[in-house]
């Protein structure tokens, strides 16, 4: 006889150079709706760019929250933001994870890119491998973005790493609105 499935609540990390990390944890979001679980959903990173997964999510409230709370993309194309913005804003959005995580209010809680704000220093990963631990026992944490450090990759439940094989870029082929942003 099997056993009976108890609940456990997994750090589940996609990382990678290719593309699919944030869509993954939306696939996780909308399949977690589906049976009526709350998820909260927090970037990290973008910020400042129009995305059409902020106007898709906010369709599945109120199951899902969603919250931007970074500051755009670090020292790339249009950020003009102090280092120590990028820094703050991460921190707090940290803080802002943790109430979530422990809240008691939510089955899911996305980390969207957070582990680009460790790999830029914007956090530190001791900081939020700490979540791992005060996470509640049936809630799952997900953390997306590239370069998951190995730390957190030890303490994962479930690591998958997107690899990039081709890509429309190289073909000369811009990213395509309600594909890739």
Not at 35 to 40: F, L, R, S
Not at 85 to 99: C, I, P, T, Y
Not at 140 to 159: P, Y
Not at 160 to 176: R, S, V
Request: charged share 30%; net charge negative; aromatic share 8%.
């Amino acid at each position: 006889m099997a056993e009976e499935s108890k609940e456990t609540g997994l750090v589940i990390v996609y990382t990678g150079n290719g593309k699919g990390k944030t869509t993954a944890a939306l696939g996780l979001c909308v399949r977690a709706v589906g049976y009526g679980h709350k998820v909260c959903m927090i970037q990290f990173i973008k910020g400042s760019w129009k995305y059409g997964e902020i106007d898709g999510i906010k369709r599945l409230a109120p199951e899902v929250e969603f919250h931007t709370l970074g500051k755009g993309f670090v020292g790339i194309v249009d950020d003009e933001l102090p280092f120590e913005e990028h820094q703050k804003a991460a921190k707090e959005s940290l803080d802002f994870a943790r109430g979530k995580l422990t809240s008691g209010n939510y089955n899911a809680i996305i980390l969207d890119e957070v582990n680009v704000a460790m790999q830029l220093g914007l956090l530190e990963v001791e900081d939020v491998l700490k979540l791992f631990d005060e996470k509640p026992d049936k809630v799952h944490l997900v953390l997306t973005g590239r370069g998951a450090s190995e730390e957190i990759i030890d303490k994962a439940d479930l690591v998958t790493e997107m690899t990039e094989i081709k890509h429309p870029y190289t073909q000369g082929i811009l990213a395509q609105k309600g594909i890739d942003f």
